[in-house]
């Protein structure tokens, strides 16, 4: 028992499931949220500290971790984005947890809409940090990042930054896509992470460090708000979700597989498996395997197919690629990433003079033929051109016909290869790939100025 404790409303009366009877003594705690109690005696401050909803019943959680019920092992969860629609249910009714997750999939905070009072009073003993996140002036900032040349007949990228509850900040960006005249739709790149310990020379994050791990909830909560400013705005829907923003989503996996189930369930965020990515350096194989199961895209930071090179961009990196890949290929297999494709989409930043000649081209082929000739793992890849950085005058962005030869090059080894050159969006204003960091500290003081 680690002694924490969850306020919880109740609807219904709960008995015991050896007499039967109510429960009538506050050292019974329940264990399932199903109204199973297990007599629990344990020294506490006092039974009249303890919140009450209006006429509500009040239930109190002892958290124990992981427990087993029926042959299933459940885990005790705690916020929002923990929470599925029958969960919330069971806390404030069915029609009212559709209502919370319908407002919140068009990016409005439920603790706006009208809501009864005992279900408000309800949603915010469940989780108070998700209301100051979704409030309007938790964005502290939004500003185009983009000039017209790079918008190409599309709405302007955006970026905005989510002021975090310890004074902290991350930066997401809104990137309007236009794939016919008359297909748009909007892509929004969120983070996991307060800076990033990966520390990629190439990256303005991994500048920063590690601060800290976000939440689920302030996970999701970047994409809430990101569907508020796309509506305000009348930005193009937004469809697709990348974890591409600040830091490495399998070093927060917990985190991100709870915002990735929320997201992904037809019934909450209902963003559909193939437009959501997370994208990963994969420190070690084991995190890799952490996957599986999660219904989404992967994409894998290659950068450099030799494991000298790769330490050199990537100094963290203590596996070799060739670990790595058997972890994506058993992975692929096991049913991660998109089903029934399983595919993974390798990425490589083309930094001129550095990774980009015919040589490394070969070598990247020749790395990717196993995973490439296996009937049962698909992969594509992304050739990325580098964005620059201040304090990174050493690196220079590959010019379109060196990555047009690269991708020749690729295709020759490997003829079935899918090979997409990405265009870079919102270099101009610090908001494309590798280009987000925040300061260490922000007080709300200072935000608002």
Known sequence: MDGQIRVQPCLRPHRTPITGQ??????QFPLDGR????PVRRR???WASVPCCAAWAVRVTLRLGSYRRRGRRRTCCKGLASMGLEDLSVVMGENVSKDVWSALRRGISPFSVS???KQLAALRALDSDMESLLREDAVDSLTVMESEAEAQGAQKTLKYLLRLHD???VESVLIPLKSSPVKTATTVCISSQVGCAQGCRFCRTGDMGLLRNLSSEEILAQVVQGRRIARELN???VRKVVFMGMGDPLANIQSVRTAVAALSDSFRMAIGRKRLQVSTVAPTPAQVMQMAGMRCGVVWSLHAANDALRAKLVPTAKHTIRDLRNAFMELLKAGGGVTPDRRLLVAVVMIAGVNDDEEHARELADFLRPMYAHPDVGIALNLIPYNPNPGQEEFCTSDYRT???FREVVNEELPLLGIHLRRTRGAAGSAACGQLATPKK???RLCKE
């Open 35 to 38: 109204g199973w109690y297990f």
């Open 167 to 169: 004074g902290l900040a």
């Open 44 to 46: 506490w401050r006092s």
């Open 403 to 405: 990555m047009l030869r």
């Open 115 to 117: 809501l009864p009072q």
């Open 235 to 237: 930005l193009p829907e």
């Open 22 to 27: 109510p429960v009538a003594s506050p050292h």
């Open 442 to 444: 922000t007080s709300a």
